[in-house]
Every structure is written in structure tokens, then in C-alpha cells.
């Protein structure tokens, strides 16, 4: 439906699908996100079930059904130590079918809905009546060369893709990829986090391991930042055009040269003290930005997420099961120690993402309208809706405009979500400006122009994907 | 009006419109609130004057006629220490209806605007010309048996109605209720905080009062945690199906049996440290986490109220004068003792009530998103209000969903203005769902579905109250 | 445009259209801001290029830009210790104008637009295209005697202004505005930052200076706070009828006497300690609490803001120059130490303004509709903007009414936007209560009365501009 979504206001309306429909066919600038570059790798790679496809990855989903009483276990994700989780996945499936009216009204609600409408066009509406049509459906569609993944990618009209990557990853995709002569733009991105965070579970073998792939011995902090730098000179020679970082808070600090060397010293013996590691986080924070400086690769930060909550959770299934919470978060004080260093330097940009909307208009849009290195990610996570990305324009365009936004990502693993994703941001936007232009704030050559930049420019200019 | 305070789009009116008559003849769940029990024990209760029923009970509107220079006294308030409050209530009727103005576009006149026209017939408009018409009329509705509280318990359609009730309580009046053969299902609740905050002003009489009720003699931890089960028990024998906690932070911590014991004992001697108190606070949260997962009675939390916060008033007028005032809140921290320990217990029900609106979106969802125990309860206190209540659900569903709701409780001393408070919960859903169908996010089969659910099916099962 | 910013609503639109005819003629009370009264004091002040008038003041514009990679030194800045300041105002106005879509949607852009339309005649879009032939219509405008300060001032049909001064100030423009004997009613404001903040830079300095300008010589804490009585006299001889107070937090506490001395006698000798400034200034804002209560000038309070955030802006080009960002704020114990010993005194009016939206709501509002003392300020600097005021009306009045705000003030020093930003103000409020009306929230007597309240009355009263 062309004017899905948009207010009922006839005025608005009428506005807000012209607005869309200005730049529904531009297309997609994915600077971050999750997808597995090894679906692109083999140029014959298969999805597997719908489940494979749809649910195991989706910590959306599984979250809230969780919270309904519905074990993990039911939904197929396996215990890490083995054991008894549901295999038959026309089953999960149909559970899931049954539980469905929990993502009324929900992001994830309308995005599956989208994307079986849009990319696998099944009309059904999800729930136990039409669970094993929609299957089987899913499955006929997964059977066909059309929804292979490099098919979907230009099907998606995908201009650029970027992944996430861990800083001693050997990106055998990416250079896979590169190698099969394909023409799809998948670039990798450095993220160091298990690295830099000398809190990480196994951070002494990453750093192992960062030695061997960068033929840099870690022996002591200088060899360390080498090592690092060797990683992120690799990651642009493969494409990359931007570095991830996450964090609990937005803390960031310049450590002494004697400092950080001490203390590096100390996580290397093992014996770092309760303070050190989120000094050190705060002082890589810096020194990450150094190198973007000088390197140029865009730096962003997601701030803001208590992860792996849930103890019990953890222990069973690990990471990434839905149980990350967001914590309150400010930037005023504690992005000071970066910003005093390289808040006005001419060559780097710092894109901001986080989970705390009151840092939006208080402290996110009044750091972006002055500082230029800075831009504002996209709605992040829990606030990637509807609502939450309407909130967002309202908070922060007032006080920083549209031009210190870093436009969309989709900051996705789930693949076929990428056009429903994408297509809701257009729409919220389109919506948004058309509200703008029916109470005279902007005129049309405004909402046009700032439209096209939301939806496509942004992205670019901001992950320099030129 | 059938569609007062819907939207003006004429989509969205008509579609609120048909939601609110599918739900609004429903029978009201009161699960939560403070109407005295005494006024059900005795047939033949009356309420006294307008002023006795509406003014003197309501610190929502004394406090608002205090901010503009209106003195407790002058409003019929007695001092503690006895004094000089206003006797003549038809004055301090006129006092108020002087000041309406202070009302508009605020929950309290609206509520008591409606309460008047729907509960009591009367028509006119709050303020000095209409004062003594309303007061006559309102004292000749008085009069009359169909306006006892018994007979307005079955015209407002009530099917249960909970109190709050000290865990000290004798629940003579649920007794009388019981006894007196009347079919109305008036239930009490378990609140143990005069007993579990040792910082309580009279905790050391309160916990003598305890052993008396209980019959179970608190000499040490074992004996406290032995006469609180035993109070449980008989409030669930009386009906009761929850229990309710206040805390001005949701600090929870599970202490060692020693610790516990020891901070105890001191708080016994009088010898309590400054930190004792927050600390056992926390861990007997964490305890009557316990006993609900074992006993089944419904967890409630009120975080965040700073009580009593005009030392002036409290000394004059005591309690509940209207000057207790909101603190910011945090849960992903502070609610980890609970959950790490019950936060994935099968039998286990806690509902979270918050005057902190920032926690809605940032942690109050997320957490009930996931965890199986959590349930969010309505907006409270200075949220209970149109707007309020429709920032809660545009903060929360699309991240935790409707049926992570513990649907709505009216929380009101006020009985006549039950049905008003209802009514108004009833047409702000009724009014978001129509937005959320005129848009296209949800359709009709949803939209009828999910009125109910908040209506209506939430509360019940939220509280379980089959 | 007279319906320009209105719901799109019919419905609401036309009912904003008739409260806002209703209000749009009154006079402008300008209780707050920070016009020079240098422009009054002489009857032929002229304001110099359209550059010195609309930009080199404007950091709400220089901030924008730099965030875009434009240098102050371009936008004609100068630089403190003197430099390459670009000095061609005609190229300062086409780069700001080149520029000019970062403020699409922002009340910048907003009031740049309005002012150009209302003020000065000149219909023309802001753009490179239109760049010189608005400099020309502008400089043409400027040169004329109806554009003098004096001239604006009665077209403006503003009814009192009140300036904002150190309180080290002579008044010196203040008076020869009298000795004029010109009519129109510019008043002062008392700020004792300076002299009160002890870690100002110069406090010292300040401090003999005021004791210059008293005549009492400040030799100890009793002679300071003689001292600033006699400044609070000497400003209320020349028709103050307010005080004003910045500071990072709302903390206030009386100390002893003792402790005050000690202080104060500290911070003469240099030797204040490291938490004394906090202490002291919390304690003065409580002193001047006590003052108010005595002399009837109403205190304000600005909270919340990290003065000159970016070290490299604020060596070179010094204070004021878009890098002050918000902080998080806290009232409800900050304040208690005010609150406990004036919070009910019947002579205090405090009025609160902050930077940090989530106050609003759960501390604010709450306080606000409780404390005879307190008025809440319209929202502040980024939050005087369309969105930013409907989201303080949707937070506050619910909770608060509208009769405990203290109406609206422009706290500008862009002496001619002055009408705009009152028109945009009175449009929000219109388009407000047309939404509560067009819903049945109020009736149409309500709404008209409380359009004037907001567009009037309340800064007049609350003031004392009787």
C-alpha cells in the first residue's frame, strides 16, 4: 500500500507519499550492520529453513517470546553445551505462528510483515491459521536461484553493504568475495572492541591472536598500537571505510604514555586492577580516534547497552539472546577527554549511536550542532520503529538540522529485512517532513532536498562511500 | 459525549469511536488503589458532605490550590496537633470551585468534571457560579441509599476491587465484608513497608504489632521472616492475590543469611547503621520475591517518590499533603539482585510502577521485553492523565508489547471517581489503537483484540483474579 | 501568514486561528533577555551592517555553521587576541546565506525568516541566489529613522523590557534611558554570578569593583552580603523587579555562618578549596532567597548548562560562542535546602528554567504544583523552539496548570526578533489549546482565557510588571 504508515491527516498525506515516492527507488546505503559475509562469499549459498532464515538469528523475536514463557529451547536456539533444543523447525515455526499477536504493533511485527509482503510476496497475515501456508510458501521461494543471497543483494538495489568485523579477523569472505569478481560493494568494518576492552573474556588469546594475524608481537603497548594500526591499514585495503566501537559509557579519556603502558602491562599479566579497565576504554576511545584522523576510517560509537543480563540466559545459550538492556548514558562530560583532543579536527567524522532518547535533545543535538567531527547515527535498536525514529527527527533536527545526521543504517543480521528496514525510515521521514511542510515550517524545494539527504545522501557522505 | 477527547482526524475519531463501545460497558479490574474497606463493612455507610467525599481525601487538588496560595486549613485539612481548619464546608466548596480554573486541561478536572456529570448527574460547570447549585445537588445525591458505597460498587460494574492494607492489619473490615454476606468482591493487599523499611518512623512498635497479629513472636531474623509468611498466608486466606512495595529506589540485593541477621538485630537494638537501611531494603525485595514465587501472590513496585518532601507541612498536617515529589529512577542496575535470583521463576508475577518517565522507554520495556516475570503497570500518580498515558504506551509497546501490560488501576482513594478513571484509560487506548489502525500498522481483528486486553483481560490476569 | 504553523487539523486549525486573533495584538512583556541597553540610551543608535545586527551576535547561527566546517573567523568573529577576522560583511551575509539549509526546520531558521518577512518587509527566500539583494534591502531598511532601537521598540508595541546586568553594573545606559525621558519601560535585572560564583575568573576583581560601585567595602562575609543588598536597592531604584542566577546544578544549602565566613575569607586570600565553590554558590542562591523575601524581586534560576565546552573556541575566541551544552539536572533534592526554608513564604516568587527535558515532567511540574514559591520558566535556548514548547506544554501543565508558569520571555539578545519569537510562542500556544478544544479537554471560555494567561498575563504577574 503507496501511502502505508503515513498520518491520515489528508494534507499530510497527500504530501508525505509524494515525499516518499521521490526516493523509494534510490538505492540502499548500508554503512553498518551484521549480515554474515560468508553469504556472499559462495555464490551459491543457500538460506536454509525458514527458521535458519527468519528466527535463529533474531534475538527480536525470541526476546519477546521469551518473556511470554516460550523457552528458548522450543525456538531452536541451541544450549551452548548441548542438550535438547526443538530441531523440527515447521514446529518452531508454528509456535512462533501462535505467539504472534505479542509483536502487535511492533517493529518487528511490521518488518516481517513487509518483507513477506515485499521480498517473498506472501500476502498472509502470521498467525496459527496461516502458519503452515506461509512455510511452506517460505520454503518454495528459498528452493529458487532468485533468493540467493548475491540475487537478493541486486534484487535490494544494495549500493554499498558494510559489515562488522572483529580486529583479528582474516576476512577470508571479504576476500572471497573480492576474488569471485562479483560486483556487489560488501566492505568489512574494524571493530576492535575484544581487543581494546581488557575486561573481555579472552582478551590475553585476542591479543594472541591479533599478534599473529598482524605479524605485529604484542609485547607491550607500543607494539599493541602497531599492531592495531597494521589491522586497520589491512581493513581499508579490503574496503573498509569506517571503524565500531561499543561501550557501557560514553567515558573517554587521554592516559599518559606511562599510564596506558602500565596498565597494558598489568592486563597482560593478568593482573589489572577494577579500575583499569574502563580507563583504558575510555583511553583507546582517544586513540582510536588519533588514527581515524589520520587514516580517515569514519569512527563510530554505540553506547549505552548492558549486556548479557540475564545470568542464567548467559550461561545457557551465551551472548547476543536478547537480554542486553540499555543503561542511562551522558556525553556532555564524558566525551570531553576526545573532543578536547580532536573535536574541531578537519578530517574526522564520529558518528554517535545510543539507548538513552533523553541524551537526544540535552546532550546529542547541541554536541553535533557545534563540534564538527560529530553526526548522529540513526535510532538504534529498541528505537528503530516507527515512534522511535519520530521522536528522534523531533529531538534532535530542531537544535542540530538534518545535515549533522548520519542519514540510515540498518544495523541488521537479518538479511531479507534490509528493503522493509530501509522502506519504514523512508516512510517515517517522508511522514515527518510532510508534517513539516503541511504547518509551513519548510517549503516543498526544502522537503524535497531533505528527503533525498535523509534517505540516501547522508549515509554516503558520512561512511565516505564514494 | 460518545467521542469526547478522541482525535479531530475523522479516521482516527470514528475508529476510536467502535473500539471504545466494544470495551466500555466491560466490568471494571480495580486491582490496585486505596478506598477504605470500612466504607464496604457497614450497609448503611454514607460519605458525609461533598467536602468529606471529594475535597478533604483528594491531596491532588489540595495541592494545586496550595501552589496558588490557598492554605490547607482554609480547605478543611486538620492540623495534627489540632487548630484552626475550616468547619463550614459549603465555604470550602465555594473556596475550591473559586480556584477551578487552576484545573483546566489537567486529570483532576477532568475527572472530577466527568464524575460529577456521570456518577452524579450534575451538569454544570466547576466555579463560583455554579458553587452552591453543585454543592445542593450533591448533598441531596448524598441522601439518597442508591449513592452508599455499596450500591454505586454494583452501578460502576465493579468485579473485583483490592485495598491496600498494612501487613499489620487485622482486615477487620474485609472480615465484616465477608460476614455481612454481600456479594461484592472487595479483597485486600499485602504491603509490608512499615514492617521491612527499618528507617520507618514507629518500625520498632510496628514489628511488636506484628508479633501480636501473627501470633508468631519476632525475637530474630527467623522469627521476622516466620511472621511475615504467616501474615502473607492470612491476607491470601482473606482473598488477597498480590502484595505491594514502595521504595524510593529500586535497589535489590540478595544479603548473606549473616548479614541479614546481624543488620536485624541492630535495627531491634535501635543501633541501625546509616547504609542498613537502603540494604536491607533492597534484600527484602529480593525476599518477598520468594515467598511470591512460592506463595503466588502478585509483586507490585512504586519506585521513585521522595515522601513528604515540605517539612512544614508534614510537620503540621502529616502524610499525604500532597508534597511528595518524583526522583529519577534506574532499574537495569538496581533490579539485577531480583532478577539475576527470579527473573526467569515460572510462578512468579512482578508488576513495576514508576514516576520516572524516562525509564519507560530506556529500561522499564526493554527489561519486560525479556524477562517472564515482568509486567509494566499503568502510568502512576502524575502520569495517570491523557497525555501521560499516551506517552506510556507510545514509549513502551513497540518494544515490550501490549500483553506485557498489567492493564490499568485506577490507584485512587477517591471512589466515586473510579469509573471516571477507567473510562479515561478506556478512551486513550481506544484513541492510540485508532491511530496505530489508521496508519496501518495494525488492522481491525488486532485493534478490537488488543481494546480488550487493556480493558479488561490484562488486569484480571495480570493479577490473577479468575 | 496568519494560520502558518497551525495543525493541519480543520478542526484545530481554525480554532488556533480564532485564539490566536485574540491575543496577537496584546503588548510584548520581555521580562528576561539580554538586549544591550546601550541601543535605548542613545536616540540615534544605529545598528550598524544587516551582519552586525543579524549575525556577529547570533551564536544560535555561528554554532550551525561551524558544526559544518564554516570558521568563526569567516563569519566575521573576531578573534580575542586580534587576527584574520574576514571584515567584508556583504561576504560574511552570501556565506551564511550559501549555508543556509542547515537551518531548514530549525527556530532559527524560523525566526530568521519571520523577522525578515515582519520586521523588515523583505519576502525573499535565504539563499545564495537571494543573498545580495536581501543585504541591500536590509542595509537600505537600517539606514532609515523607523529602524532605530527606539522606533522598533513602539512598532513592537513591547509594554516593559527588562535587560540582564552584573551586579557590579553602574546602570550607566539604565539611567541615561531615564534622564531621556523617553516613555518606553527598559528595566535591569540583578546577576550576582560574578560576584557570588567564587571560581569565576576575576572573582577577585569583582569583588573590589563591588565594592566600589556599593561603597561598602567587602572586607569579610557580613560586608559582601551588605554589599549586595545595596546593589539589590540600588537596582530596584532603577526598576528591577528581578534578580537572575545561573548555575551548572540546582544545589542549594544554607550553611552556618560560620562556614559561610570561612569561605568567603578563603576565596579572598585565594584559597578556596577545591569543593568550596559549589558549596558557596548553593548557599548564595539560598541568600538570595532570603533577599527576595524581603525586597519582592522575583529570582530566576538558569540551570543546567557546561559553559565554553570547547577549549579551543573558547581560548581563541572567548565566551558566547555556541559551545555551552546542557547537562543532566536534578531539582527534587538539589532544591530542598531553598525549598525548606522559603518554599511557602508568601512574598517569593522563584522562577526555574533548564536545559534538561526530563525534568519537566517527574521534578519540575510536581514541584511547581505544590510550592507557593515557584513558576516554571518556558523552555530555554535549543528547547525555544516549536517542538521543544509543545513538548514543555504536553509535560507541565497536566501536572502543574498553566496559572504556576511564568509565561513566556524571549531571552534574546537579537533585539529584533523579539516579535517573532512572542508570535511563535503565542502560535504554539494556540495551536495547544486548539488540540485541548478540538478533543473536549476544555471549553471555548477556558481557552480563550488561558491563551491571554500565556500570551500575557502570566509574565506580567509573575514579574510584578504592574
Same mark, same amino acid.
Given at each position: 500500500?503507496? %501511502?502505508?504508515?503515513?498520518?491520515?491527516?489528508?494534507?499530510?498525506?497527500?504530501?508525505?507519499?509524494?515525499?516518499?515516492?521521490?526516493?523509494?527507488?534510490?538505492?540502499?546505503?548500508?554503512?553498518?550492520?551484521?549480515?554474515?559475509?560468508?553469504?556472499?562469499?559462495?555464490?551459491?549459498?543457500?538460506?536454509?529453513?525458514?527458521?535458519?532464515?527468519?528466527?535463529?538469528?533474531?534475538? $527480536?523475536?525470541?526476546?519477546?517470546?521469551?518473556?511470554?514463557?516460550?523457552?528458548?529451547?522450543?525456538?531452536?536456539?541451541?544450549?551452548?553445551?548441548?542438550?535438547?533444543? @526443538?530441531?523440527?523447525?515447521?514446529?518452531?515455526?508454528?509456535?512462533?505462528?501462535?505467539?504472534?499477536?505479542?509483536?502487535?504493533?511492533?517493529?518487528?511485527?511490521?518488518?516481517?510483515?513487509?518483507?513477506?509482503?515485499?521480498?517473498?510476496?506472501?500476502?498472509?497475515?502470521?498467525?496459527?491459521?496461516?502458519? &503452515?501456508?506461509?512455510?511452506?510458501?517460505?520454503?518454495?521461494?528459498?528452493?529458487?536461484?532468485?533468493?540467493?543471497?548475491?540475487?537478493?543483494?541486486?534484487?535490494?538495489?544494495?549500493?554499498?553493504?558494510?559489515?562488522?568485523?572483529?580486529?583479528?579477523?582474516?576476512?577470508?569472505?571479504?576476500?572471497?568475495?573480492?576474488?569471485?569478481?562479483?560486483?556487489?560493494?560488501?566492505?568489512?568494518?574494524?571493530?576492535?572492541?575484544?581487543?581494546? %576492552?581488557?575486561?573481555?573474556?579472552?582478551?590475553?588469546?585476542?591479543? &594472541?591472536?591479533?599478534?599473529?594475524?598482524?605479524?605485529?608481537?604484542?609485547?607491550?603497548?607500543?607494539?599493541? !598500537?602497531?599492531?592495531?594500526?597494521?589491522?586497520?591499514?589491512?581493513?581499508?585495503?579490503?574496503?573498509?571505510?569506517?571503524?565500531?566501537?561499543?561501550?557501557?559509557?560514553?567515558?573517554?579519556?587521554?592516559?599518559?604514555?606511562?599510564?596506558?603502558?602500565?596498565?597494558?602491562?598489568?592486563?597482560?599479566?593478568?593482573?589489572?586492577?577494577?579500575?583499569?579497565?574502563?580507563?583504558?576504554?575510555?583511553?583507546?576511545?582517544?586513540?582510536?580516534?588519533?588514527?581515524?584522523?589520520?587514516?580517515? @576510517?569514519?569512527?563510530?560509537?554505540?553506547?549505552?547497552?548492558?549486556?548479557?543480563?540475564?545470568?542464567?540466559?548467559?550461561?545457557? $545459550?551465551?551472548?547476543?539472546?536478547?537480554?542486553?538492556?540499555?543503561?542511562?548514558?551522558?556525553?556532555?562530560?564524558?566525551?570531553?577527554?576526545?573532543?578536547?583532543?580532536?573535536? %574541531?579536527?578537519?578530517?574526522?567524522?564520529?558518528?554517535?549511536? %545510543?539507548?538513552?532518547?533523553?541524551?537526544?535533545?540535552?546532550?546529542?543535538?547541541?554536541?553535533?550542532?557545534? $563540534?564538527?567531527?560529530?553526526? @548522529?547515527?540513526?535510532?538504534?535498536?529498541?528505537?528503530?520503529?516507527?515512534?522511535?525514529?519520530?521522536?528522534?527527527?523531533?529531538?534532535?533536527?530542531?537544535?542540530?538540522?538534518?545535515?549533522?545526521?548520519?542519514?540510515?543504517?540498518?544495523?541488521?543480521?537479518?538479511?531479507?529485512?534490509?528493503?522493509?528496514?530501509?522502506?519504514?525510515?523512508?516512510?517515517?521521514?517522508?511522514?515527518?517532513?510532510?508534517?513539516?511542510?503541511?504547518?509551513?515550517?519548510?517549503?516543498?524545494? &526544502?522537503?524535497?532536498?531533505? !528527503?533525498?539527504? @535523509?534517505?540516501?545522501?547522508?549515509?554516503?557522505?558520512?561512511?565516505?562511500?564514494?
Amino acid at each position: 500500500m503507496r %501511502n502505508r504508515y503515513f498520518s491520515s491527516d489528508p494534507a499530510q498525506n497527500s504530501a508525505a507519499v509524494a515525499l516518499y515516492d521521490s526516493v523509494k527507488a534510490l538505492p540502499l546505503i548500508c554503512p553498518h550492520g551484521h549480515v554474515d559475509p560468508r553469504v556472499f562469499a559462495d555464490p551459491h549459498y543457500q538460506f536454509g529453513s525458514p527458521v535458519n532464515l527468519l528466527i535463529i538469528p533474531d534475538h $527480536y523475536i525470541f526476546r519477546m517470546l521469551y518473556s511470554q514463557g516460550v523457552s528458548l529451547d522450543e525456538l531452536g536456539i541451541l544450549p551452548l553445551q548441548g542438550g535438547s533444543s @526443538l530441531r523440527d523447525h515447521r514446529e518452531i515455526w508454528r509456535t512462533v505462528c501462535a505467539h504472534w499477536h505479542l509483536f502487535r504493533a511492533t517493529p518487528t511485527g511490521i518488518w516481517l510483515r513487509d518483507e513477506l509482503a515485499d521480498v517473498f510476496g506472501i500476502q498472509l497475515k502470521i498467525n496459527s491459521r496461516n502458519a &503452515d501456508a506461509i512455510y511452506d510458501a517460505l520454503e518454495e521461494r528459498l528452493a529458487r536461484a532468485e533468493f540467493r543471497p548475491r540475487a537478493l543483494f541486486e534484487r535490494f538495489n544494495i549500493e554499498a553493504l558494510a559489515t562488522t568485523d572483529a580486529a583479528t579477523d582474516t576476512l577470508a569472505h571479504h576476500q572471497a568475495i573480492r576474488a569471485s569478481g562479483w560486483g556487489g560493494r560488501v566492505i568489512p568494518t574494524f571493530r576492535p572492541d575484544a581487543v581494546v %576492552n581488557i575486561d573481555t573474556d579472552g582478551w590475553r588469546e585476542n591479543i &594472541d591472536l591479533l599478534s599473529d594475524v598482524s605479524g605485529v608481537t604484542v609485547r607491550d603497548y607500543a607494539t599493541y !598500537i602497531q599492531a592495531l594500526e597494521q589491522r586497520r591499514a589491512f581493513f581499508k585495503s579490503m574496503g573498509a571505510t569506517a571503524t565500531d566501537h561499543a561501550a557501557s559509557t560514553a567515558w573517554t579519556e587521554t592516559l599518559s604514555a606511562t599510564e596506558a603502558q602500565a596498565i597494558f602491562e598489568r592486563a597482560l599479566r593478568g593482573e589489572a586492577k577494577s579500575k583499569d579497565a574502563a580507563r583504558f576504554s575510555g583511553h583507546m576511545l582517544v586513540e582510536m580516534a588519533r588514527m581515524s584522523s589520520e587514516d580517515g @576510517l569514519v569512527m563510530q560509537m554505540h553506547v549505552g547497552s548492558y549486556r548479557n543480563h540475564n545470568p542464567a540466559i548467559f550461561a545457557r $545459550y551465551g551472548r547476543d539472546m536478547g537480554a542486553d538492556i540499555p543503561l542511562r548514558s551522558e556525553f556532555t562530560k564524558n566525551l570531553k577527554g576526545l573532543l578536547d583532543r580532536f573535536g %574541531n579536527h578537519p578530517k574526522l567524522t564520529l558518528a554517535l549511536f %545510543n539507548l538513552d532518547e533523553t541524551t537526544y535533545s540535552r546532550e546529542l543535538a547541541p554536541l553535533a550542532g557545534h $563540534y564538527p567531527i560529530l553526526r @548522529l547515527g540513526p535510532p538504534w535498536w529498541f528505537f528503530d520503529s516507527w515512534l522511535g525514529m519520530t521522536r528522534f527527527l523531533d529531538a534532535v533536527v530542531e537544535t542540530a538540522g538534518i545535515y549533522n545526521l548520519a542519514g540510515f543504517n540498518d544495523d541488521t543480521r537479518a538479511y531479507p529485512s534490509i528493503p522493509t528496514r530501509h522502506d519504514v525510515w523512508r516512510r517515517v521521514c517522508a511522514d515527518w517532513l510532510a508534517g513539516q511542510l503541511a504547518r509551513g515550517f519548510i517549503d516543498e524545494e &526544502d522537503a524535497f532536498d531533505m !528527503i533525498r539527504a @535523509l534517505a540516501y545522501d547522508l549515509a554516503k557522505q558520512t561512511y565516505r562511500l564514494d
